[in-house]
């Protein structure tokens, strides 16, 4: 059983819930923003935590946030398979004692991420880098992102992809946990709820139709790779 705790309601769990549901993997959906968080991650086998336009730094001001980042430590602690994407990655940077904080500029649209070294010796990342018709593995590659947060790489852990805007797009700890900054499950449905009435919607929805049919199936790959991990 997979735990997903989504900060907002509007942030997820997009192609990750299609799989999952695709190939009958049982998970459970949590509205962290609306208290709805598990007491205990006993019974589950993975933790993914979604996005959301807050700040780790914000956690006064939303203190569910702080109820996740515990929830992101029982989950190390019980060894679990994590995933982290955007806030979902910078909370995991938290709770592992890096600092997160604003950027000097925001990250948003369909731009390239290169794998590091390690990034391109790490199973997952390998996975999710390769070309679903072509198969081979491109060391950059076009994702999508909206954040403006970002953070310390974490003592102890891997760097895998860095970004022209961002250094810390990708990290491991250990071999279960992984936070990624940019967006993993977007689908052409969240992409038309995000920008409902944003600047960038016709921008972003005209690049999505050429780059989501690639792009889902690198993010299955991932998932896959993720899951049997």
Known sequence: ????????????????????????????????????????????????????????????????????????????????????????????AHTLGAKVYQGHVEEIGWQDIELTGDGLRDPLMIALAKHPSVGDVWKKFRVFHWHWDTFDLPHGCTHLAKSELYENQAFKYGEKVYALQFHIEVTRDLLINWFNSHPLRAQILNEAEKIIPEYSQRAKSFYRAFLEN
């Not at 959906?29 to 979604?50: K, N, Q, W």
């Open 1 to 92: 059983m997979i735990a997903i705790v989504k900060n907002v309601k509007s942030e997820g769990p997009g192609s990750i819930e299609n799989l999952l549901k695709k190939n009958k993997l049982l998970y459970k959906v949590f509205e962290a923003e609306d208290g709805i968080i598990p007491s205990t991650l006993e019974d589950y086998t993975g933790l993914i935590i979604m996005g959301g336009p807050m700040g780790v730094y914000e956690m006064d001001i939303y203190p569910h946030l702080k109820i996740v980042s515990r929830l992101i430590r029982e989950a190390i602690n019980r060894d679990l398979k994590v995933l982290g994407i955007c806030l979902g990655s910078q909370l995991i």
